[in-house]
């Protein structure tokens, strides 16, 4: 062919089915009478074809007939239901490689083995066979159910490419967002390798945020500060992860993570590849340390020793159950203690306090148990007492900073909250007043004792360290919190323009004079004062979303920053929950691959493209 000429196109015209018996299908013209096809739509070749081979058609069906018209639409039909035979399988096909998806995603969000898809399959078809009984396709409604795909292999394999097409989504969100921080924490599986969690908190231009599993990475050997680095960076090459947009690091706290000199934190500033970054110690891990400043072992030891010689024997432990129930109490058993939860010496006492009375009975009433004497020393009860409800108070505070999506600015209100809550309890104290603590008011009245006869002091410094303790770990958030209250309102009356742009600048790296500008120029901006007020009064508008970039560059890109920052380790800790599910000592074989495939489907919000996963799948029904 001639550089530069075109190809012809033909195109096929509607008249041509009634003229010559033709219709156009799969991209080709296609004889109606004989099913033979054309190369080209050229109205030649199919008179030709006509004229030539079915010569009789032109003198029994007359043309522009109703009675060549009727011939016309049958033959229509009839190559319609030939073409059904082959498509109707691939269609159904394909819908059960959608079911089989669908179905993996589900048991891999709920952390149950690849195996039980069987099981699924199997309760499935015992269900349908009676809630579809008098349907008229009960059959194919049955058959159908037969066809999907959910045997262990089948259902490993599905995981893999759901999680494959989960990562690509990041990917796309990672490369699309203004900047993003991370938390790193590490823990070991049923087998003892040491798995480091990293989770990623990216945050958009229209200033949402998502929060997801960047990567799981085994540590086979040792779990120093350089093995994480190494790890990490590894990951870092070959996902081309852009590290210029990182703002923060959040971590435990461990001496591997945090250590000044070989620490994973100070070997991240050292390297070339990291921009400046924020470091932050977990919140929740802080708070956590501030409780247990609270020194009371005494009466930790003696509700321990005797929950356990009560739980440490079945026969004990029968008998206990068996005297709850007989006294109609709310519990049925007593909860043990363990450091490593959270919770755990809050809910431990709680039930310890609340089950009191029952203990008591039962070692009196116990012939192989012997009775604690202080459980009838008044000052004890009131040691356990106040120890009960300040651990409550500091479960409430736990449990507040815990859950996804939680912003560093909320939970730095909730730890200041609990902060003036705990000036306010002491000084209650020292007035007599014990509204905070129901428990220990209960126990002065069973005693016959009045609030006047309670030493007060005693538990005020108790109340007091806490306190103190608190004030010195949040050191690490003390420069976000006046920068975090003037981005939450920017029109005080009270504000330092120039000790604002200096934190900033101090926080962000930003430029003081140009930053002080547009802090004046925003606090004289009319429209959006008005816009702030509107938006206080609920009407859900993100007040940073709506600053002109090009007008507020520098507050509107520490908004991003401040929105991106990471609070607590908390997901980090959640993820190794499922973990823990996920490898249990009945899968302790499972690859670290198909352990990072599990744990990305059951804590992704994303859901993976199934249409797209079934095209590129081979759709065959189960066998």
């Not at 010569?55 to 239901?81: C, G, H, I, N």
């Not at 908004?559 to 823990?580: D, P, V």
């Amino acid at each position: 062919m001639a550089e530069g000429k075109r190809a012809k196109t033909y195109h096929f015209h509607p008249e041509w089915e009634q003229d010559y018996f033709f219709v156009y299908s799969h991209s080709k013209p296609v004889c109606l009478i004989c099913n033979t096809t054309v190369a080209l739509a050229k109205k030649g070749n199919l008179e030709w074809h006509f004229k030539t081979v079915h010569r009789s058609y032109e003198r029994d069906f007359p043309a522009k007939t109703l009675l060549r018209a009727t011939k016309v639409r049958d033959l229509k039909a009839q190559l319609a239901a030939r073409q059904s035979i082959f498509t109707t399988p691939k269609t159904q096909s394909k819908a059960a490689t959608i079911a089989s998806y669908r179905v993996s995603h589900v048991l891999a969000k709920h952390n149950k083995p690849f195996k039980d898809g069987d099981i699924v399959k199997e309760a499935f078809l015992e269900a349908a066979d009676s809630l579809f009984d008098h349907f008229k396709n009960k059959t194919e409604i049955v058959d159908a159910i037969k066809g999907v795909q959910l045997s262990r292999n089948t259902a490993t394999r599905w995981c893999e490419g759901m999680a494959v097409d989960v990562e690509e989504q990041l990917r796309r969100d990672i490369d699309a967002c203004e900047c993003f921080s991370l938390q790193f924490d590490e823990s070991t599986d049923m087998v003892d390798v040491a798995q480091l969690c990293v989770f990623i908190r990216m945050v958009f231009e229209d200033m949402s945020t998502k929060e997801e599993l960047l990567t799981i990475l085994p540590l086979k050997g040792h779990t120093r500060g350089e093995d994480i680095f190494n790890a990490f960076m590894g990951f870092v090459s070959g996902t081309k992860l852009p590290l210029f947009k990182l703002i923060s690091i959040t971590t435990d706290g461990a001496p591997s993570m945090v250590g000044r000199t070989s620490g994973f934190i100070a070997l991240c500033k050292e390297s070339e590849s990291f921009p400046d970054i924020l470091n932050y110690h977990c919140i929740i891990h802080q708070q956590v340390l501030c409780g247990k400043i609270l020194n009371m072992k005494e009466v930790m030891d003696v509700a321990m020793k005797i929950v356990c010689s009560v739980r440490a024997r079945s026969l004990q432990r029968r008998l206990f159950r068996a005297h709850l129930e007989e006294n109609d109490a709310e519990h049925t058993d007593l909860l043990l203690h363990t450091d490593v939860r959270w919770l755990s010496r809050g809910k431990f006492l709680d039930r310890f306090m609340e089950l009191l009375p029952e203990i008591k009975d039962f070692l009196r009433l116990s012939k192989h148990m012997d009775y604690h004497t202080k459980l009838e020393d008044h000052q004890w009860l009131l040691d356990l007492s106040f120890l009960t409800d300040l651990t409550g108070e500091l479960s409430e505070l736990n449990l507040e900073l815990q859950g996804k999506g939680k912003d560093v600015v909320n939970m730095m209100s909730s730890v200041s909250t609990f902060k003036s809550k705990l000036k306010l309890m002491s000084n209650r104290l020292r007035l007599g007043n014990l509204c905070n603590f129901p428990h220990m008011q209960a126990e002065l009245q069973r005693q016959g004792k009045g609030v006047t006869q309670l030493d007060s002091a005693r538990y005020e410094e108790h109340v007091q360290s806490i306190s103190s303790e608190f004030e010195r770990r949040f050191t690490d958030f003390a420069s976000i919190e006046p920068i975090a209250s003037y981005m939450c309102y920017p029109f005080g009356a009270s504000i330092d323009v120039g000790d604002i742009a200096a934190k900033v600048k101090s926080l962000f790296d930003f430029e003081s004079s140009t930053l002080e500008d547009e802090i004046l120029t925003l606090q004289n901006d009319i429209e959006m004062k008005a816009r702030s007020t509107s938006a206080q009064r609920g009407e859900h508008v993100v007040f940073w979303k709506l600053l002109v970039a090009e007008k507020y560059p520098n507050l509107r890109r520490c908004a991003l920053n401040l929105t991106a920052l990471f609070g607590s380790t908390y997901l980090c800790e959640s993820a190794f929950s499922h973990m823990n599910i996920i490898k249990s000592k009945y899968r302790s074989t499972m690859t670290d691959d198909h352990l990072a495939a599990c744990l990305r489907l059951a804590t992704s919000s994303y859901t993976p493209n199934y249409e797209k996963l079934a095209s590129s799948s081979q759709c065959q029904v189960s066998h």
